[in-house]
């Protein structure tokens, strides 16, 4: 089957007679655990929960790929998801490569926290596999292509075969493009981690996140994280991802197209001064991403003259909802300098592209540049 036909169909019960077509939301803390707790499927919400279960193997399926199962985890957020790999595996003396434009979240948890603790953090940009010259000794590689908010691309397969020469795990943050778009347990990473907050799920209505593998003990020790931290995702947040899955495809398919559109328009506006989208044959790791991407994702990034020109292109705009995160059904849209923590100019601004139509979009975008 194709992927769209099994990502919904993973969404559905089994075909018993009288029984719902899809399953609801289980709401329990302790369940009935006579006897042996090893022999019962559920015993303590804390470590499982059956609406957990559905969610996960649906989750788990998209990430499965050619001769291999994935299983999945799921989290109460994608920072949540995050931390389980960060404290999963490292240990005070260890080392990890980040991303230097990584997602901001991620590099304070990485030199705010597990830093104090002992864990050398060293960064190095995404573009140009540079981090794969800071290999020697760690103990995680963490990737993220597109990167953040700059949209940088690297090669995973590449990346994931020198690390593992040098002894590394590799974790990719898979946020932006979702299992649907990019694969990364296929390009020979250990970890497929998201906030499936944003496209996976896309109503901007749940946070929640979840972490992939393939190796079983790799598996056990996220369990055991999740379990001890408490990091639970609610019984209602994951039958709302699992509805919302079910669109995945049609909704990715669409936002892709459009944030195509809106890229290549951009690319003729005098008042843009970079265009920021792997999908572009001009950004530089197009090849790259064609190679290793089935959709290059929602999520642009441009550049207009400064601060006070972006924010008049933000308020003139009448479709371009200015509100952080991304991957929703409504196109949104940020001055992304405002918060700081990134290297980019007053005038950034990242555009998330919905499901509208495109016509409407290019239109509302145009009359916004052109606004004075």
């Given at each position: 089957m194709h992927e769209a036909t099994k990502i919904i169909r993973s969404t559905?019960?089994?075909?018993?007679?009288g029984e719902p077509l899809h399953a609801g939301p289980v709401f329990a803390a302790p369940y009935h655990a006579?006897?042996?707790?090893?022999?019962?499927?559920?015993?303590?919400?804390?470590?499982?929960?059956?609406?957990?279960?559905?969610?996960?193997?649906?989750?788990?399926?998209?990430?499965?790929?050619?001769?291999?199962r994935a299983s999945a985890l799921v989290f109460a957020s994608?920072?949540?998801?995050?931390?389980?790999?960060f404290g999963a595996i490292l240990r005070p003396g260890d080392e990890v490569v980040l991303p230097s434009n990584a997602y901001y979240a991620a590099r304070v948890l990485a030199q705010e926290y597990f830093a104090k603790m002992g864990?050398?953090?060293?960064?190095?940009?995404?573009?140009?596999?540079?981090?794969?010259e800071l290999l020697e000794g760690a103990k995680l590689l963490w990737i993220e292509t597109p990167s953040n908010p700059t949209m940088d691309v690297c090669d995973i397969a590449a990346l994931a075969e020198a690390a593992h020469k040098a002894g590394a795990l590799v974790a990719v943050d898979n946020t932006t493009p979702?299992?649907?778009?990019?694969?990364?347990?296929?390009?020979?990473?250990?970890?497929?981690?998201?906030s499936d907050t944003k496209a996976m799920t896309g109503h901007s209505d749940i946070l929640l996140g979840h972490v992939a593998m393939r190796d079983l003990e790799l598996r056990q020790k996220i369990d055991q994280w999740r379990t001890l931290t408490g990091a639970a995702l609610g019984p209602m947040e994951a039958w709302l991802a699992l509805r919302s899955i079910a669109t995945l495809p049609l909704r990715l398919?669409?936002?892709?197209?459009?944030?195509?559109?809106?890229?290549?328009?951009?690319?003729?506006?005098?008042?843009?001064?970079?265009?920021?989208?792997?999908?572009?044959?001009?950004?530089p790791g197009h090849e790259i991403a064609v190679k290793q991407m089935q959709y290059f994702g929602p999520v642009l990034s441009f550049?207009?003259?400064?601060?006070?020109?972006?924010?008049?292109?933000l308020a003139k705009s009448q479709l371009l909802t200015d509100a952080t995160s991304f991957g929703g059904i409504t196109s949104s849209a940020e001055r992304r300098a405002r918060w700081g923590g990134d290297q980019i100019a007053e005038g950034f601004i990242r555009?998330?592209?919905?499901?509208?139509?495109?016509?409407?979009?290019?239109?509302?975008?145009?009359?916004?540049?052109?606004?004075?």
């Open positions: 559905l019960t089994r075909a018993d007679a006579p006897g042996d707790p090893s022999a019962i499927p559920y015993t303590y919400a804390r470590s499982h929960n059956p609406t957990w279960t559905h969610l996960e193997k649906s989750i788990a399926q998209m990430e499965s790929g050619e001769g291999y994608g920072m949540a998801a995050c931390a389980a790999v864990v050398e953090v060293r960064l190095a940009p995404t573009a140009n596999n540079a981090q794969a979702t299992p649907l778009g990019q694969r990364p347990l296929s390009l020979g990473a250990d970890f497929s981690v998201a398919e669409r936002s892709c197209q459009n944030a195509q559109r809106i890229a290549e328009f951009l690319t003729t506006r005098p008042e843009v001064s970079q265009v920021l989208y792997p999908g572009l044959p001009t950004h550049v207009l003259r400064d601060k006070a020109a972006a924010e008049n292109f555009l998330s592209a919905g499901c509208e139509n495109i016509d409407d979009l290019l239109a509302d975008i145009a009359q916004a540049l052109d606004a004075k």
